[in-house]
């Protein structure tokens, strides 16, 4: 055996040696020809030639560990390749001058976002789980005819219990229950008990995006969003998913700040829709008919428009919608996001906003944040809108999840959209607008309210952030989707 180990070796280094003589000697022959020559372009096909010839060398007395290794590294570089969002802002488009209070801005909302826009509906806004949770449970127990239920976050725990004893009991009434959970955020393999009593007790569920081969291209793309629907006739949106830490009125870091809204009137049939769409395409079956798209009768004075997102297009309707408000703004802009990570056009048009005269506030997640990367790649960025005058706000108590803007004091939005590239370029997200000024001053006072509960970032603070700081931004950055 040894001794043929040492023949495999010989005759290996052999093959290899031969490999270099005949590398060699077609060098030595090209150098050769290319003396006197004094083309630029056939010194360039000589270097092109010489480089050939030595990948050839190494791929001739390269072993197969070697060859498998870069094999490997091709196929690493064409997944991350075949993964990276297609969704990119927008080049061009973003110059227009229509303000916020113009009778175009609300044609040009709905047309560059493709929002559908009902009016006679009737908005709650619920802050924390101690009031959104009883007023979502009420609901699902007052079901007569369906619950459809779409979330990205419905865990095991004392809230999801509860949810599934609503949810079973109203499917062993009769009641046709439907939840369309992602693959990754509800895993079932973390959420067995309660995904068993749901299926248990006669709930369909649907997984959307489950993780196949098949399906790599779309893993990051996972369903953001968090829809109740009752009956056709009763929605509710927002950050809350059902687990328990947004059970509570953030009283602590263990109970998180949120806000859900309840949406009565037409407006319901486009979260419906929503709904309908992700479930056809999850299961294969329609829904239809007036158990699940009921004839809503006008329930109050408010005009909706629903941004239902997807990263299907150039440019999502997410990112429309967010720019479009920013640059028509004449007045303020209030944001409050958690995951506020935004591309270099949209720090461009926040600063440039800034410039303009509107007063530019942004309330984002602070010490007490889920995630240490986003946090980070977030306050790497803070310097160029400090720098250009607007405002940043860390909201510290606890984790902040909510998400919504309100431009001038009479154009706002609520939903799941986070401001940052999952968000805008790949994950399905929904988000109710309302052009009126009561509801956007109702908004505005829980921002006043929470801005009491902030520490304000200042330029000099962001300059003199330590080393370690910067450290976990640089090393959060490598993280980073790019768009």
């Known amino acids: 055996m040894g001794q043929k180990k040492k023949n495999k070796k010989r005759s290996g280094k052999g093959r290899q040696s031969a490999a270099r003589r005949l590398l060699r000697r077609f060098l030595s022959q090209a150098r050769s020809r290319a003396r006197g020559e004094k083309s630029r372009w056939k010194r360039f096909k000589l270097w092109v030639w010489r480089g050939w010839l030595h990948a050839l060398a190494w791929a001739a007395e390269a072993t197969w560990e070697k ?35 113009s009778p175009d801005f609300l044609p040009s909302i709905t047309g560059a976002t493709g929002a559908a826009t009902t009016a006679g509906n009737r908005l709650e806004i619920f802050p924390n789980g101690a009031r959104f949770y009883p007023a979502m449970l009420d609901a699902i127990n007052g079901a007569q005819r369906s619950v459809t239920l779409e979330a990205f976050i419905f865990w095991d725990g004392e809230v999801g219990e509860r949810f599934a004893d609503a949810l079973t009991a109203r499917a062993k009434a009769g009641v046709q229950v439907k939840l369309l959970l992602d693959s990754v955020g509800s895993a079932r393999y973390k959420n067995y008990k309660v995904i068993k009593r749901l299926e248990d007790g006669g709930c369909r569920i649907g997984w959307y995006h489950p993780i196949k081969l098949l399906l790599l291209n779309r893993f990051d793309n996972r369903t953001h969003r968090e829809l109740l629907v009752v009956d056709g006739r009763l929605g509710f949106t927002g950050g809350a998913g059902v687990a328990d830490h947004w059970a509570g009125d953030a009283e602590n870091p263990d109970h998180w700040r949120d806000t859900q809204v309840r949406v009565e009137g037409p407006a319901v049939a486009t979260l419906q829709t929503a709904f309908s769409l992700k479930w056809l395409e999850t299961t294969g079956e329609l829904i239809s008919g007036p158990d699940y798209f009921a004839a809503s009768a006008p329930a109050g004075p408010l005009n909706v428009h629903t941004v239902l997102s997807e990263p299907e297009t150039r440019s999502s309707p997410a990112r429309i919608l967010y720019f479009l408000s920013i640059m028509s703004a004449r007045k303020s802009i209030l944001i409050a996001n958690p995951y506020f990570i935004p591309d270099e056009k949209a720090r461009e048009l926040l600063v440039a906003a800034r410039r303009r005269g509107v007063d530019v506030k942004i309330m984002v997640a602070g010490e007490n944040n889920d995630h240490t990367v986003a946090r980070r790649n977030s306050s790497r960025i803070y310097g160029e809108l400090l720098e250009g005058g607007v405002e940043v706000y860390e909201y510290n108590p606890t984790m902040m999840h909510h998400k ?14 986070n401001f940052d590239n999952l968000s805008f370029a790949l994950n399905d997200e929904d988000n109710i607008c309302v052009y009126d000024q009561g509801f956007a001053a109702q908004l505005t006072q829980m921002y006043e309210q929470d801005l009491a509960a902030c520490h304000r970032i200042t330029l000099e603070e962001w300059r003199n952030r330590g080393l370690t700081t910067r450290a976990v931004e640089w090393f959060s950055f490598l993280f980073k989707r790019v768009s």
Do not use: N
């Not at 690493?76 to 488009?93: C, D, M, N, T």
């Not at 919504?404 to 959209?417: A, H, N, Q």
């Open 67 to 101: 060859l498998l290794g870069v094999f490997a590294l091709a196929l690493f570089a064409l997944f991350v390749a075949f993964l990276l969002p297609q969704e990119k802002s927008p080049r061009s488009g973003l110059e227009h001058t229509v303000d916020i209070e």
């Open 404 to 417: 919504y803007m309100v431009c001038d004091g009479v154009w706002s939005t609520i939903g799941t959209i």
